[in-house]
């Protein structure tokens, strides 16, 4: 029996040679949706919902290119308000103020119709869909050309055990535009992909400014450091963290950490160390603005880093290493107290998702994405 593998750890979608094995272990491999029976090595098996007639109708509606903002579909791993989703979430409302129409897609809400009747997708982390909606996803846009966004938060499509580097150069290769959140992240992926991540579009931190602002009425303690990182994990800088601390016994120290309960214990034995889980999103500008400093000082590869934009705009001095993308934004000059401007920041900030809607609609009208420098 000739059968081609599918994938549920989604890295061998395309490149994967269909392979010859027996009756009983390609039934098995069936069962188990892990493999699909073919009748041509050249053809991945397309969606039968791409190919009825009233799919093929929609795939074949023209684009809204004058006049009318395009319906967007926004492809995304959760619904949970992580640093990520939250950051989608203020790019998505800055466009529904520019008159986007938007469905955003989700492992949880996910609608075939929708997504083929969309202008475009704007294709965020892909990592947690259902393989039969992953490849829906992947034939959409290769398959019947469907135009995209590839809008990137991390460095797993390109580095650690998730890294899908042949996935990787078609998302990037074909999109009509790439997005990046720091010249850090973008450099990182130049390495890998090479020219196939033009053109591209630098988002700087994409946080609300009218939530994390400087606040009257609280008082700045000049000795207290807060790190707000999510989880605390070593990738997160918690040995760093740890051996911080211990270098600055005079200085304060609060952590708001998921896994707080794993770490309480180690940073409990710190005299100026205080452990806490972590605050709403609605309270946490309190937080930021009692601290004199955020502090964030990762092991592995950090896109962005929004913590520390979320407490520069609150007003703390930023403590953080290179492995921190926003420091690769030269123009925020971060660290410099000298050459710092916070009304700067703050501009750059609140109109990033602004700009950002800007390129897409610049380069879905048309320019050919192979002939433009990125942005």
Known sequence: ???????????????????????????????????????????????????????QERLKQPRKTTGLRPRVGWVQDTEKYGGAELSNLRVIRAGEELGYDFYTCTPRRFDKGKLITCDFLVVNNFFFFKPEQYHFILDLLFEHG?????????????????SRPKVARLLFGRSFLNVFISPFQADNHRRHLGDLIDPYYLLPPAVDTGRFR??????????????????LFESKGYYRMLQFALSK????????????????????????????????NEYLPKVYNRAAYTIHLPQALEACGRTIAEGVLCGCKPILNDNVGIKSFKEFHLGDEKLFDYSKFKFYVEQGPYSFWKAVWKYFNGLDRRNEDGL
């Not at 750890?9 to 069962?31: N, Q, T």
């Not at 469907?146 to 998730?162: A, F, L, S």
């Open 1 to 55: 029996m000739k059968i081609r593998y599918t994938d549920r750890s989604m890295v061998m979608r395309f490149g994967a040679k269909p392979i010859e094995v027996g009756d009983e272990m390609g039934a098995k491999l069936m069962r188990e949706k892990r493999a699909v029976p073919v009748s041509s090595f050249d053809t991945p098996p397309v969606d039968k919902d791409l190919r009825d007639e009233k799919g």
């Open 146 to 162: 469907k135009p995209y966004v590839k809008y990137e938060h991390d460095h797993r499509e390109i580095i650690g055990d998730e």
């Open 214 to 231: 400087i606040l009257r009425g609280i008082e700045r303690d000049p000795k207290l450091m807060v790190n707000t990182s999510g989880r």
């Open 249 to 280: 016994p005079k200085f304060k120290f609060e952590i708001y950490s998921r896994n707080y309960r794993d770490i309480e214990g180690p940073f409990e034995q710190l005299k100026n160390v205080r452990v806490f889980p972590p605050v709403d």
